[in-house]
């Protein structure tokens, strides 16, 4: 019997580049409402312009994390 191991491969945070989140979020007119999401912990619409925005899924992730770690900072 074989083992397939799956490695989880993460984006190092020093990779991140928010600017280009943004960029992709500008190109679609939804900057307002992609701040709005941020600013009220609306994990589900964050993710739902990111993906209409074309944003990869490892970014979507980060982008998550960041906010999930800022919870209540702001």
Not at 21 to 37: H, P, Y
Not at 51 to 56: I, S
């Amino acid at each position: 019997m074989t083992k397939l191991f799956l490695q989880e491969v993460y984006m190092d945070e020093s990779d991140f580049e928010g600017t280009l989140v943004l960029e992709k979020i500008a190109e679609i007119n939804k900057i307002d409402e992609f701040f709005e999401a941020l600013d009220s912990d609306d994990f589900d619409q964050a993710r739902a312009l990111m993906r209409r925005a074309g944003v990869d899924g490892e970014t979507i992730m980060m982008v998550l994390r960041k906010m999930r770690a800022a919870d209540g900072e702001h």
